[in-house]
């Protein structure tokens, strides 16, 4: 199994860009299609962004398309998801996980993304 732990997240204005990073241990981190989900206040988890092993297949929301890019480093074992222009509506706890492309079982503990208006 591997281990998830975003950071990165924190308090921006709209307009304004941040970079989440997710680290990862234990197997191998090659072995893995890894994405980003984000859950708002009173909302449900949603799916923002994913990446394949080797990164050379990417998948977004339509909400961040053109925004957002979701990038990964095997030899540092860490994912990436750059966020520009933010907007109020992409604030969120941000989660980090681990998988199969459409199944994923290893999830990070989140990462707080606050976006003032």
């Known amino acids: 199994q591997v281990q998830v732990v975003e950071s990165g997240g924190g308090l921006v204005q709209a307009g304004d860009s941040l970079r989440l990073s997710c680290t990862a241990s234990g197997r191998s981190f090659s072995d893995y299609f890894m994405a980003w989900f984000r859950q708002g206040p009173g909302k449900e988890r949603e799916f923002v962004a994913r990446?394949?092993?080797?990164?050379?297949?990417?998948d977004y929301a339509d909400s961040v398309k053109g925004r957002f890019t979701i990038s990964r480093d095997n030899a540092k074992n860490t994912m990436y998801l750059q966020m520009n222009n933010l907007r109020p509506e992409d604030a969120a706890v941000y989660f980090c996980?681990?998988?199969?492309?459409?199944?994923?079982?290893?999830w990070g503990q989140g990462t707080q993304v606050t976006v003032s208006s």
């Open positions: 990446i394949s092993w080797g990164g050379h297949y990417t």
């Open positions: 996980a681990a998988g199969t492309g459409d199944q994923y079982m290893y």
